[in-house]
Structures are given as C-alpha cells and as structure tokens.
Nanobody
Framework: QVQLVESGGGLVQAGGSLRLSCVAS????????MGWYRQAPGKQRDLVATISRGGITNIAEAVTGRSTISRDNAKNTVSTQMNSLKPEDTAFYYC?????????WGKGTLVTVSS
C-alpha cells in the first residue's frame, strides 16, 4: 500500500501562485508515475501533470506554460508549482501515484482562486 498526503492548497488571488506538495509513504519502492489531478465541483477529475520516475513529464494543455512538476525519488515527494492562476483553476487537487499497476490517491487539497 501507498499513502499519499498533499499540502499547499489554499486561497489565492487570480494571477497568484501556489506550490502543492505530496509525500508518499508505505510501499514506496517501485513507484513509477506520480502526479497531480484536479476535480472541480460537478466535473470529472482531470490530469494536471505527471512525472515518471525517470523525470519524463506530461503537463495538461490547460496549465501548460503556467505549471511545472518536480519529483524527489529519494524523499518520495512530488510537487507542482502553479503560476498565473485563474479562477477556473479552482478545484480539489489530488496527488496520484502508480505502483505495480495500482493507482493510489491522496485525499485532496482545495485550491481556490478568487477573481
């Protein structure tokens, strides 16, 4: 089992920045992909960004140019820096990890962007 705990959410004004971090614990060896997804009220959960163990990134078009993702394999952490935030970025942000074909999710952290 892998446990994921997010931090860094909160209220920010449009145009501002936030950094979300996630730490994995438990059976963290052989975690392959880690990343972030988000879900706004009444909408489906969508990709924000992912990063492989080797550092290959996949960033959603909606946040391309505004967000970066990084990972520390030794510390079992993944972070995303989000800049130039927009009200439409308001959502619950979930940390995700994939290990041995199994998906793990954090409980989520709320990001609210005010206009």
């Amino acid at each position: 089992q892998v446990q994921l705990v997010e931090s860094g959410g909160g209220l920010v004004q449009a145009g501002g920045s936030l950094r979300l971090s996630c730490v994995a614990s438990g059976s963290t060896f052989a975690i392959n992909v880690m990343g972030w997804y988000r879900q706004a009220p009444g909408k489906q959960r969508d990709l924000v960004a992912t990063i492989s163990r080797g550092g290959i990134t996949n960033i959603a078009e909606a946040v391309t140019g505004r967000s970066t993702i990084s990972r520390d394999n030794a510390k079992n952490t993944v972070s995303t820096q989000m800049n130039s935030l927009k009200p439409e970025d308001t959502a619950f942000y979930y940390c995700h990890a994939q290990r041995a074909g199994t998906d793990y999710w954090g409980k989520g952290t709320l990001v609210t962007v005010s206009s």
